[in-house]
Nanobody, 127 residues
Framework: QVQLVESGGGLVQAGGSLRLSCAAS????????MGWFRQAPGKEREFVSG????????YYADSVKGRFTIDRDNAKKTAYLQMNSLKPEDTAVYYC????????????????????WGQGTQVTVSS
């Protein structure tokens, strides 16, 4: 069992940056692959980025590739999402999620692949 708490959201102007953090409880953080998703009002939750247990494999949605960077610090039990060059269309509630496996098997973008979710943090990008 793991509990996830996101932080770092807020209001930023287009072109700005934010760094989201996802702090995990429990002793086995390093055995979980981690992901970030987002959900805008009236839309389905969508994949943003994923990272394997060691950080050796990372995955990004096309819409954020080159602007967002996922990272993790297993010693601190924390995953991060650095978001640069933010756009108004990035506005959403951002969720971190943990998967009961160190790796992905082609299924990193699927909501059903994750077993634990945080409560979300709001990111608002003004134009």
């Amino acid at each position: 069992q793991v509990q996830l708490v996101e932080s770092g959201g807020g209001l930023v102007q287009a072109g700005g940056s934010l760094r989201l953090s996802c702090a995990a409880s429990g002793r086995t953080f390093s055995t979980y692959a981690m992901g970030w998703f987002r959900q805008a009002p009236g839309k389905e939750r969508e994949f943003v980025s994923g990272i394997s247990w060691s950080g050796g494999n990372t995955y990004y949605a096309d819409s954020v590739k080159g602007r967002f960077t996922i990272d993790r610090d297993n010693a601190k039990k924390t995953a991060y999402l650095q978001m640069n060059s933010l756009k108004p269309e990035d506005t959403a509630v951002y969720y971190c999620a943990a998967r009961n496996s160190p790796y992905y098997y082609g299924d990193y973008a699927q909501v059903e692949s994750y077993h634990y979710w945080g409560q979300g943090t709001q990111v608002t990008v003004s134009s």
